[in-house]
Antibody
Framework: EVQLLESGGGLVQPGGSLRVSCAASGFTFSTYAMAWVRQSPGKGLEWVSSISGGGGSTYYADSVKGRFTISRDNAENTLYLEMNSLRAEDTAVYYC????????????????WGQGTLVTVSS | DIQMTQSPSTLSASVGARVTITCRAS??????LAWYQQKPGKAPKLLIYRASSLESGVPSRFSGSGSGTEFILTISSLQPDDFATYYC????????FGQGTTVEIK
């Protein structure tokens, strides 16, 4: 059974930084592309970033490009999202999501989701 | 970016009703479209991919159709467990979601 467990969310001031993590199990992590998708309170879904299975290809939404960095540790089966220069509009539940098999690229089709971690950007 | 527009935004229906939700893309995405179901406080769940392929374990009352720029999600006979919000998502390139359609009890 696929399990994706996010951690690291919390309250951060505008302009601050935060790193969220996702511990994955139940599948061969290194062979799957992964993604982060966020959902602002009461709002819809927004794709944030994706990374290939091998980690060599990364993709970002324009709204976070240059501020967020996605990475992965395949030895530890863990996905990360480093968030810098945070803004109030980054407040959201951040979901870790499993993509399709892809060592070198991402298909952007998500078939499993974690339960999410809440990031609140406020002074 | 490709814009995805769903209609209606909210839908009221009774148990047993046939329900259709439309999703339109701002440019052709071939059949690179997925549908998700989300219940309050829960993560989304994949229902349909490649416009019409049913994800494993999803009831057959759910079906998808369309290609290019217009897509439809159909629930053939609405069940109590189906009251939720539904999102379409294009994955032709940098992925984008529709704004969601909430299916409410009539």
């Amino acid at each position: 059974e696929v399990q994706l467990l996010e951690s690291g969310g919390g309250l951060v001031q505008p302009g601050g930084s935060l790193r969220v993590s996702c511990a994955a199990s139940g599948f061969t992590f290194s062979t799957y592309a992964m993604a982060w998708v966020r959902q602002s309170p009461g709002k819809g879904l927004e794709w944030v970033s994706s990374i290939s299975g091998g980690g060599g290809s990364t993709y970002y939404a324009d709204s976070v490009k240059g501020r967020f960095t996605i990475s992965r540790d395949n030895a530890e089966n863990t996905l990360y999202l480093e968030m810098n220069s945070l803004r109030a509009e980054d407040t959201a539940v951040y979901y870790c999501a499993k993509d399709q098999p892809g060592y070198d690229n991402s298909s952007f089709l998500i078939d499993d989701w974690g339960q999410g971690t809440l990031v609140t950007v406020s002074s | 970016d490709i814009q995805m527009t769903q209609s209606p935004s909210t839908l009221s229906a009774s148990v047993g009703a046939r329900v259709t939700i439309t999703c339109r893309a701002s440019q052709s995405i071939s059949r690179w479209l997925a549908w998700y179901q989300q219940k309050p406080g829960k993560a989304p769940k994949l229902l349909i991919y490649r416009a019409s392929s049913l994800e494993s374990g999803v009831p057959s009352r759910f079906s998808g159709s369309g290609s290019g720029t217009e897509f439809i999600l159909t629930i053939s006979s609405l069940q109590p467990d189906d009251f939720a919000t539904y999102y379409c998502q294009q994955y032709d390139n940098s992925p984008t979601f529709g704004q969601g359609t909430t299916v409410e009890i009539k």
